[in-house]
């Protein structure tokens, strides 16, 4: 006699798309083999604790988190019966976040009484893009060997080529100038292997979040550049606080005295427009001078500078 239960966990497990279900008081009672192979988390580490424990902790498109301004959509969906979906990112179990299409759909008990969410995600990650990338740019000798993106040389060539592009087009870009904040702190405290898993969470990160034509690349030490292309001064905002915020939801497991600990991580942003009478010299110095501003008012900020003559904003929200 078929195990109608068995046979349906055998579906759920096999779906591409990862799929957990939680109870009318969101506490995760199924965790698919796919959520495990997408998130890093096994079903022994989820299940009986709530979704709202911040285990993969989604946030909406601009980094905010969704039970904090919106409301959960898992206790929404419960209220009312509608079916959600929307992109998110969610954190990895490595610290990084990902992005993904969630879907929220409540499911009813056999009285018709909704008695839980099924809550359904797939990944967006451009997976078989940053690995062609990477294959490319350890060939050419352009790779950061920590971090498996762009290096310094690759970044000032792809700078150079984009203000030709605008000179001779008007084809507009902008640059973000990220470093980490207590960056050495990180180091000299949990040693430098905990150290390069902060570069990788920040390097995947950013990666996953920006456009298949935007540029990102590890400039040195804990400072990352990113080109974006084809952008104005209302989206280098966006872009540069959406960064800001998923790097602040990203988190890495380092050993401490005490065992293990985790490890927050925050970045202070520089963002500018590049002009046509730029050089790479003048648009890193102005970039730069804007990621120091954000150190100087207090590290885990945004500082933006749409244009020579534009005020510089800073742009910060509590955790």
């Known amino acids: 006699m078929l195990d109608e ?30 959520t495990a192979s997408l998130t890093g988390y096994s079903a022994e ?38 079916i959600r979906q929307m992109p998110v990112s969610y954190r990895h179990k490595e610290g990084h976040m990902a992005p993904a299409w969630a879907k929220f759909i409540p499911v009813k008990d056999q009285s018709g009484k909704i008695c839980g969410v099924m809550e359904a995600f797939q990944d967006m990650s451009p997976i078989e893009r940053e690995r062609e990338k990477s294959r490319l740019l350890e060939k050419m000798a352009l790779m950061d060997p920590v971090t498996r993106i762009a290096n310094r040389l690759a970044a000032t060539a792809r700078l150079d080529a984009r203000l030709n592009e605008l000179k001779r087009y008007g084809w507009p870009f902008g640059v973000l100038f990220c470093d980490v904040d207590r960056f050495k702190e990180v180091n000299d405290t949990y040693g430098h292997e905990t150290g390069d898993l902060v ?7 950013i990666s ?6 935007d540029f990102v690349s590890r400039w ?6 990113v080109v974006l292309q084809n952008t104005n001064g ?4 966006r ?11 990203c988190r890495v497991i380092a050993s401490g005295d005490g065992g293990r600990v985790t490890v927050g991580v925050t970045a202070s942003i520089g963002a500018t427009l590049a002009l046509a009478d730029d050089s790479p010299d003048s648009l890193l110095r102005r970039v730069d001078s804007l990621m120091y501003q954000s150190k100087r008012e207090g590290t885990n900020r945004a500082s933006v500078d749409e244009s020579r003559n534009a005020v510089n904003t800073s742009c910060k929200n509590g955790p």
């Open 239 to 249: 872009i540069a606080d959406k960064i800001r915020r998923l790097m602040e939801q």
């Open 5 to 34: 239960s068995a046979f349906k966990r055998d579906i759920l497990d096999n779906l591409f798309e990862g799929v957990y279900f939680v109870d009318s008081q969101r506490v995760i009672t199924y965790w698919s083999a796919a």
């Open 45 to 82: 580490d989820v299940v009986g604790r709530t979704c709202c424990e911040n285990i993969i902790n989604y946030v909406d498109k601009w980094g905010h988190s969704l039970c904090e301004t919106g409301g959960c959509p898992a206790q929404l969906s419960m209220e009312d019966g509608e």
């Open 220 to 225: 040195g030490g804990d400072e990352f550049l």
């Open 199 to 205: 570069l990788k969470a920040v390097a995947k990160t």
């Open 234 to 237: 209302d989206n280098l905002f």
């Open 208 to 213: 996953a979040n920006v456009r298949s034509s």
